[in-house]
Nanobody, 123 residues
């Protein structure tokens, strides 16, 4: 059974930092690209960042570029999202997802999804 479990969300103030983790089990982690998405209330799910299988390459949405950093540990089967200089507009439920195909990140059609962790940034 594949499981993706996000953690690390919470309530922070604008300008603060927060680190999210996503622990993955039930699949061969190193074979999968890992992505982070977010969904704010009343809005569509948005791509945030994706990292390739060995962690050597990553993509970031323009809205988070320079502030967020994605990384992965293929021994711990965990993907991370380090978020700095948080803004109120970063408030959303953050989801991690796994897929064998890098291109599926851009169509938001990932194979496996976590249940999400809420990040709230107050002004």
């Amino acid at each position: 059974q594949v499981q993706l479990v996000e953690s690390g969300g919470g309530l922070v103030q604008a300008g603060d930092s927060l680190s999210l983790s996503c622990a993955v089990s039930g699949l061969t982690f190193s074979r999968y690209i890992m992505g982070w998405f977010r969904q704010a209330p009343g809005k569509e799910r948005e791509r945030v960042s994706v990292i390739n299988r060995n962690g050597g390459g990553a993509y970031y949405a323009d809205s988070v570029k320079g502030r967020f950093t994605i990384s992965r540990d293929n021994v711990k089967n965990t993907v991370y999202l380090q978020m700095t200089s948080l803004k109120p507009e970063d408030t959303a439920v953050y989801y991690c997802a796994a897929d064998l195909d890098y291109g599926d990140f851009f169509s938001t059609a990932m194979d496996y999804w976590g249940k999400g962790t809420l990040v709230t940034v107050s002004s």
